[in-house]
């Protein structure tokens, strides 16, 4: 069981019309999908990597990891129910809007949703940047990373570290603690920070 990269990131909200401008113009982002429900963007060779589905309620986050076959997911799965951790698994029709093979879904300990797949589908096209840009670093190490602020690092390490698998990188104690942490030659593919709040940075 090994998690590979930040893969995919799903964000819900009501502002897609703004979203499908922000998005190229000042991230570089190219919106290849866009409907009444929601917005694809890629960044390289994939598919997609950042996914806005429509939600009127309000905000949430949802981190994807990406593992490298059916086989490894199961056992990732396994070890998360093996901790007690409730396990969702999507639908066919879920992954393949999502563009991906296979998928499970989770929450960590402080609540942050989670999804961990395989199977990223890639596209034929090239890619075409929304802006002028050299090009994104993404390949084996994903397409970047996650920031979580939390209340208490040591309440969550061991589910990211013990469960997940993740390899604490370094660290800064002060002026607040900030761990970093990683799966692949990235330096990190998570962080957090110990602010007092709980969700994402």
């Known amino acids: 069981m090994h998690i590979n990269s930040l893969g995919q990131v799903e964000i819900r909200t009501a502002k897609l019309d703004e979203w499908a401008e922000y998005g190229p113009k000042f991230l570089g982002l190219q919106l290849v999908e866009r409907s009444a429900s929601g917005l694809m963007f890629r960044m390289d060779e994939r598919k997609q990597r950042l996914m806005l589905t429509r939600d009127d309620a309000g905000e949430s986050v949802t981190f994807g990891f990406e593992v490298g076959s059916p086989s490894e997911l199961g056992k990732l799965a396994a070890r998360l129910e093996a901790a007690q951790v409730p396990v969702g698994r ?32 890639v596209s034929s096209e090239p ?10 670093r993404t390949g084996a190490g994903g397409m970047g990373h996650a920031v979580l602020h939390v209340k208490s690092i040591d309440d969550l390490m061991w589910f990211y570290t013990d469960v997940l698998g993740f390899k604490l990188t370094d660290y800064v104690p002060l002026p607040y603690r900030v761990y970093f942490f990683h799966v692949s030659d990235r330096h990190h593919s998570l962080a957090m920070v110990e602010s007092g709040k709980s969700g994402i940075h």
């Open 90 to 121: 999507l639908s066919k029709p879920e992954c393949d809007f999502r563009h991906i093979s296979e998928a499970i879904t989770f929450a960590d300990p402080a609540g942050n949703q989670l999804m961990a797949y395989c199977g990223a589908e």
């Open 127 to 136: 890619f075409v940047p929304g802006r002028p840009v050299t090009g994104f």
